[in-house]
């Protein structure tokens, strides 16, 4: 925008001298928006004159420093429907350090406890000890086994049911954090959509207007990082 600035100035200066042409320059800018080198990659049709106001109009022109490109900046970009996003993030975290919490070997089967019904079953253990070992355990294997130990059913068939039973309860427990995970895989691409098509939505309203440069790479920034954040928080999800 500095730059169109001082070049429609530059060209309103020297309207006698201009010629129908283009001129193609090649910019190097550094961090601080300083011009640190430019040529001239092609002439067509254009006069010297132009070709040199235009060299000066670079040179004249006052560039910001560039912005750094850490998460913030790129938070920022992304426009309001990061903040759902975010939102989204955080609990994918929590339902993630929830699970492997909770799917821990020593929380559902632990090998100690395994080995004591293997043992009980030989004979090899008193069922006074497998008690206590299903209740330190605090496991799911360890409320299966006290549940069967406990339960006043004599018949096999019926005590089998019963602990098939208690098993799916158990199964129905280990499986919490999994729908949150499932609505997150579904929002979360979802509003990166809508980013992307709030982007665009601000490119094409401004498109042709004079001065829309920095609206168009807005929306361009807007559209791009939803879809990438949406994405980026769905796929750990699946």
């Keep these: 925008r500095a730059i169109g600035e001082q070049w429609y100035r530059q060209?309103?200066?020297?309207?006698?001298?201009i010629v129908t042409g283009t001129v193609r320059i090649r910019i190097?800018?550094?961090?601080?928006?300083?011009?640190?080198?430019?040529?001239?990659?092609?002439r067509v049709g254009?006069?010297?004159?132009?070709?040199?106001?235009?060299?000066?109009a670079i040179k004249l022109a006052r560039l910001?420093?560039?912005?750094?490109?850490?998460?913030?900046t790129f938070f920022q970009a992304g426009?309001?429907?990061?903040?759902?996003?975010a939102a989204c993030s955080v609990l994918l975290i929590a339902a993630i350090i929830y699970r492997m919490f909770n799917m821990k070997r020593s929380t559902i089967c632990p090998a100690r406890l395994t080995r004591a019904v293997e043992q009980y079953t030989r004979g090899a253990l008193e069922r006074?000890?497998?008690e206590r070992m299903a209740a330190d355990s605090d496991s799911v294997e360890?409320?299966?086994?006290?549940?069967?130990?406990?339960?006043?059913?004599?018949?096999?068939?019926a005590?089998?049911?019963?602990?098939?039973?208690?098993?799916?309860?158990?199964?129905?427990?280990?499986?919490?954090?999994?729908?949150?995970?499932?609505?997150?895989?579904?929002i979360a691409p979802m509003f990166g959509i809508l980013g992307t098509a709030s982007g665009l939505v601000q490119i094409f309203s401004v498109f042709g207007m004079d001065e829309s440069h920095g609206m168009i790479a807005q929306g361009i920034a807007q559209a791009l990082n939803t879809t990438i954040a949406g994405l980026a928080i769905a796929t750990p999800a699946v």
Excluded: W
């Excluded at 005590?159 to 949150?180: D, H, Y």
């Design 28 to 42: 190097l800018i550094n961090k601080n928006g300083k011009v640190s080198s430019m040529r001239q990659t092609s």
């Design 142 to 157: 360890g409320r299966l086994v006290l549940d069967a130990l406990n339960s006043p059913l004599e018949d096999e068939a």
């Design 79 to 85: 426009g309001v429907f990061m903040y759902p996003l």
């Design 159 to 186: 005590l089998k049911e019963m602990i098939q039973v208690k098993a799916r309860e158990e199964f129905v427990t280990l499986q919490a954090g999994l729908p949150l995970l499932d609505m997150i895989v579904m």
């Design 128 to 130: 006074s000890e497998l």
């Design 64 to 72: 910001p420093a560039m912005p750094p490109e850490d998460c913030i």
């Design 11 to 17: 060209c309103d200066l020297n309207r006698d001298l």
């Design 46 to 56: 254009a006069s010297e004159v132009q070709k040199s106001f235009t060299f000066l």
